[in-house]
């Protein structure tokens, strides 16, 4: 067992237990208890005084790419699957050792996400809980070719069943789909919707049809309603909201939006000349976003955590800026955003009952952090002082 002393701790994420400060015990992969400090009634074999550091859930990040590096789409897309694989295993512990224990993939090349996740699973290698949903199922869409090996195109009913049978087959634990254009797309319109409110609930039947739920890529407002009418469990990115969609997903527990900050101010600041098309369209995101997340949050709807990592050009480990991002741009509260990569992004995609806080029962994946991130919330990137996962220290 191990008993992590004198733990500062935020009672908004310490279930059943009110104090500031504790002690934990681990035993095995989980929490075995939760006392004040110095009142843990068993013995450990290894005993680490935090010393007033902070003890806080481990973080999920909710939208990575594993075959993508942040660099040239181009140079990612000649990689060999062997490459891909490789990368994505140090692509995966790089944003584990940042405090990410979970990580949803949504959308792989050569379904390395899945194979990952297995090895992970296996004991094969180190890494973060993976989520993937293996290829994005896409309509037949000008741009498609500029992530290849990335798409499963499917036009019309029939063909989405199958395309969503063929993912499950290869393991997906979850199906994405592209319900509007991208930013990332050659000739993409953002706002556009791509598949009908016909389609979309084909896919969102076929994913239930196999116990499993839909994510999708959607920037514009017609395709969000569409998104909640259809019973899509996750809006990726939700770029432009008007006042209709929050309503409908406010109170909403089968459909929630996954805010990605980090992709667009990256994109609107930098990219390389192959993607020199993707910034102009990405500014005009970023001020969509700044005025549509903002009313989301301020109607109390419940956001996941999610980053974009892998793509242009955000490099994976990094994934901490969104927490400053988050800050600085909306102005959010450093507890909520907090609940964002943790308890709400749990909950999001049924994984609360395991992880999202600190509690006896749940899996002991935790960050240590210096620093108090209430008053400063930078120090969840700068200052990750130790990652436990499944109680196993892992920096």
């Not at 006392?35 to 003890?55: S, T």
Request: aromatic share 6%; net charge negative; with cysteine.
């Amino acid at each position: 067992m191990m008993l992590l002393k004198n733990c500062s701790v935020l009672p908004e994420l310490t279930e059943e237990y009110q104090g500031i400060s504790c002690d934990v015990l681990i035993e095995g992969e989980k929490i075995k208890g939760i006392y004040a400090c110095g009142e843990c009634p068993e013995e450990a074999e290894d005993v680490i005084d935090l010393k007033g550091k902070y003890l806080l859930p481990g973080f999920f990040d909710l939208h990575v790419h594993l075959t993508l590096s942040g660099g040239d789409t181009l140079i990612d897309n000649a990689k060999t699957a062997v490459q891909q694989a490789l990368d994505a295993a140090k692509y995966a512990r790089d944003s584990l050792l940042a405090g990410f224990t979970t990580l949803r993939d949504v959308g792989s090349s050569y379904n390395v996400a899945v194979d990952l996740r297995n090895a992970i699973n296996e004991g094969k290698l180190a890494g973060p809980n993976i989520y993937a949903s293996g290829k994005i199922v896409t309509a037949t869409e000008v741009g498609n070719d500029f992530f290849e090996g990335l798409y499963s195109e499917a036009d019309g009913e029939h063909e989405i069943w199958k395309a969503v049978r063929r993912e499950m087959k290869s393991g997906a634990d979850f199906i994405k789909i592209m319900g509007t254009g991208a930013v990332m797309n050659p000739g993409g319109e953002p706002g556009q919707p791509i598949y009908t409110l016909e389609e979309l609930k084909a896919v969102v039947d076929a994913a239930a049809f196999k116990d499993t739920y839909v994510a999708t890529h959607c920037h514009g407002t017609r395709a969000i309603k569409n998104s909640v009418i259809a019973g899509v469990r996750t809006i990726e990115h939700a770029s432009i909201l008007d006042d209709e969609a929050i309503e409908m997903l406010k109170g909403n527990e089968k459909s929630y939006i996954v805010p990605t900050l980090k992709i667009i101010c990256g994109l609107a600041d930098s990219v390389p000349e192959s993607s020199v098309f993707m910034k102009a369209k990405a500014k005009h995101v970023l001020e969509c976003i700044r005025v549509g997340i903002r009313k989301a949050y301020d109607a109390g709807l419940v956001l996941g955590f999610g980053t974009d990592t892998g793509a242009v050009p955000l490099i994976h480990g990094e994934n901490g800026d969104e927490f400053m991002l988050r800050k600085e741009f909306w102005n959010m509260d450093e507890i909520d955003i907090i609940r964002q990569a943790t308890i709400n992004s749990a909950v999001i995609i049924g994984k609360d009952k395991e992880y999202g806080t600190v509690k006896a029962g749940k899996y002991a994946d935790l960050v240590i952090v210096d620093g108090n991130p209430l008053k400063d919330i930078s120090v969840l990137r700068k200052n990750i002082d130790t990652v436990i996962k499944a109680g196993v220290i892992v920096k």
